[in-house]
């Protein structure tokens, strides 16, 4: 159970945009399907935190080394 949970977090903290905008158009639909909308507000704020926020730079070797290379040719 704990490896699921650090994979979960390990995951959530990467991804963290993606699961914002999940999260926040999950909100917003049954905000929507309901007839009081308390979902709704909610959703809609996480969705604009989602989408206003700028990303940060990618955690990834891969990706910094690439950019740390220079064309000498």
Known sequence: MSI????LARAARTRWRTIFLLT???????GI???????LVPG????????????EAV??????QLTA???SG
């Open 4 to 7: 699921l949970l650090s994979r």
């Open 24 to 30: 926040g158009g999950l909100l917003t639909v049954i």
């Open 33 to 39: 399907a309901l007839p009081t909308g308390a979902a």
């Open 44 to 55: 809609i704020l996480i969705l604009l935190v989602a989408l206003l926020t700028e990303t």
């Open 59 to 64: 955690d990834c070797r891969a990706a910094t």
């Open 69 to 71: 290379w220079h064309w």
